[in-house]
T-cell receptor
């Protein structure tokens, strides 16, 4: 695997389910990011991690819970989501903060 | 706060036509500027970047010049192909934070 990978690519979940999105970067980077891409809205930054520490939480509801166990992996834990949370969730990484970001293919999430 | 404004789409061109997608920004300080491209069903790919005034980023026949005096970073290509059909995002990177601010995206459709 090269670059930034995300699994699953597609996810359908009910409002009471708990699921997790996974991101892995194979670039040796030290910063990782979660973005949300909704229809007809600009991309929104959700969380930023640098050296496994969270440095940005962009007013994201607590039903989204990030986890960064090491510099190569980033998770987004989901619970009791709402239909308006349906979106494409993109992961990105960069060598260090403020450096060029490289994106994964995204997870298309549908909340029923 | 910092912001990015792109021309509204969709932009529809015939193959081999000249492309311009306008992008202007407001920012404190001197951000880095980026163009990302998103093909259908995929994540964002870095197309080109410029890190200081008068820099020209280029890749795959696309070009953009960082114009501080007009706070612009317009994307151009001399001869588009059907395979260039995608959504194009202009973005700036806030100094020191790594936060990317995106424009709303411009859809390009190239017809044979």
């Amino acid at each position: 695997e090269t670059g930034v990978t995300q699994t699953p690519r597609h996810l359908v979940m009910g409002m009471t389910n708990k699921k997790s999105l996974k991101c892995e970067q194979h670039l040796g980077h030290n910063a990782m990011y979660w973005y949300k891409q909704s229809a007809k809205k600009p991309l929104e930054l959700m969380f930023v991690y640098s050296l496994e520490e969270r440095v940005e939480n962009n007013s994201v509801p607590s039903r989204f819970s990030p986890e960064c166990p090491n510099s190569s992996h980033l998770f987004l834990h989901l619970h009791t989501l709402q239909p308006e949370d349906s979106a494409l969730y993109l992961c990105a990484s960069s060598q260090v903060l403020a450096d060029t970001q490289y994106f994964g293919p995204g997870t298309r999430l549908t909340v029923l | 706060g910092d912001s990015v404004t792109q021309m509204e789409g969709p932009v529809t061109l015939s193959e081999e036509a000249f492309l311009t997608i306008n992008c202007t920004y407001t920012a404190t300080g001197y951000p880095s500027l980026f163009w990302y491209v998103q093909y259908p069903g995929e994540g964002l790919q870095l197309l080109l970047k410029a890190t200081k005034a008068d820099d020209k980023g280029s890749n795959k026949g696309f070009e953009a010049t960082y114009r501080k005096e007009t706070t612009s970073f317009h994307l151009e290509k001399g001869s588009v192909q059907v395979s260039d059909s995608a959504v194009y995002f202009c973005a700036l990177s806030e100094n020191n934070t790594g936060k990317l601010i995106f424009g709303q995206g411009t859809t390009l459709q190239v017809k044979p």
